[in-house]
């Protein structure tokens, strides 16, 4: 089978890292934040780790929404901290989105990108990422104040605390393994019910 | 009694009823038909001015604010409406309220050949993804027009666009 070229500038080690163990390791009390998770993979994985709490708004579709509502979420609710977790294909099909959330810079918001540098829902074809385009780099001339790379277990102390202390808008590029996210099969995706339960829980 | 809205203080009563009524985050994509709006907006220390880099990430911002119980607004010139058509699969099937100002190219007047597509495809295509359309043609209308759409965006969580027609802002002059 033919395959694209990676890049002659992709110079990250290969993932070691299995996301049904990393997203989790990383997001220790996902109670802490109002959290939006992009379509598939994240969206399963957070609604798992959370056990389906209404403090999550999870996408099934609208790709390469999710770092845009974390910022209308983030600048609406400036006393809460904001978690967006979403995919490589989700990121890059909005990336000028991190010029726009560089811009504003609410400090109560941090991106999670879990890179597994491929479109795991459309036959694992690789992605940008799988192919070297650095999403880091990216945020990091965006302007994101707090950049973080999470290759190995080793990177991962780093990442709780920058997650659990939020000092300031932080991008942080976990990369993982391909293959499957958790995924517990309860959670329900009927759009109109994740706007209603996530406002009812935070704005009564 | 009010002054009689003129060609030339529309813009800045349209900032005024947005403001009245809520209204705290603007996002947009410049255009010269929201000059006022974006001006207003960015000399406003009670609101959040976002410039995007595409009219899409707009709608999904519009999502997260409702999200977070504020109210917001996208502004964007006829040409971006065609960015944001998967995005609004979002706005539609979550019931989010979304109130958009559409400066209009292509049509009435226009002298650019290159607006016309996506300025005649504007209506159809909205109202293909179930966003309900209204049209403010002359001064006197824009501020109905807008205080109709308020009111079914934000209270009946209906999609609006409202239409800064080309009759109302003048043709850009080559």
Redesign the interface.
């Known amino acids: 089978m033919a395959k694209l070229n990676k890049l002659q500038t992709a110079t990250l080690p290969d993932a070691v890292l299995d996301r049904r163990q990393a997203v989790p390791a990383l997001i220790e009390n996902p109670n802490d934040f ?1 959290m ?1 998770a992009g379509l598939a993979g994240t969206a399963w994985e957070m609604s798992a780790l959370t056990h389906e709490s209404p403090n999550l ?1 999870g ?1 099934g ?17 400036p006393k809460r901290r904001v978690l967006v977790a979403t995919g490589d294909g989700e990121l890059l099909m ?1 990336v ?2 991190l ?2 959330i560089a ?2 810079n609410p400090p109560n918001l941090t991106i999670i990108c879990v890179d597994n540098g491929h479109y795991g829902e459309t036959g694992n074809q690789e992605s940008h990422t799988g192919l070297g385009v650095r999403l880091d780099v990216i945020a990091s001339g965006c302007g994101f104040p707090v950049v973080h790379v999470v290759n190995t277990t080793a990177d991962m102390e780093e990442g709780r605390r920058l997650v659990r202390e939020g000092g300031g808008l932080t991008f942080i590029l976990l990369r993982v393994k391909e293959g499957p996210a958790t995924h517990d099969g309860k959670k329900n995706l009927v ?2 019910i ?2 209603d339960r ?2 009812a829980a ?2 009564g | 009694m009010a002054e009689a809205i003129t060609r030339e203080t529309w813009p800045a009563a349209l900032y005024d009823l947005l403001r009245q009524n809520g209204v705290t985050q603007f996002c947009y994509v410049p255009d010269a038909g929201h000059k006022v709006l974006i001006d207003r907006s960015l000399a406003d220390t009670d609101v959040h001015s976002v410039p995007l880099t595409t009219e899409e990430e707009g709608v999904a911002m519009l999502a997260g604010a409702d999200l977070g119980g504020q109210r917001a607004v996208l502004l964007m010139q006829s040409s971006g409406v065609g960015n944001t058509i998967n995005m609004l699969s979002l706005t539609a099937g979550c019931h989010f309220p979304m109130l958009t100002l559409v400066s209009m190219r292509g049509e009435f007047g226009e002298g650019n050949p290159w607006q016309f597509p996506m300025g005649q495809a504007v209506e159809p295509t909205l109202k293909a993804m179930g966003v309900i359309v209204l049209r403010a043609e002359q001064p006197e209308d824009v501020i109905p027009c807008v205080t109709a759409a308020i009111t079914m965006a934000y209270q009946s969580c209906q999609q609006v666009a409202v239409l800064l027609t080309q009759r109302l802002i003048g043709a850009k002059k080559f």
């Open positions: 109002l939006v708004f996408l579709g609208a790709m390469g929404a999710a770092p845009m509502i974390g910022l209308g979420l983030a600048l609406a609710q909005n000028g989105a010029a726009t811009l504003q759009p109109h994740e706007r996530f406002r935070l704005l």
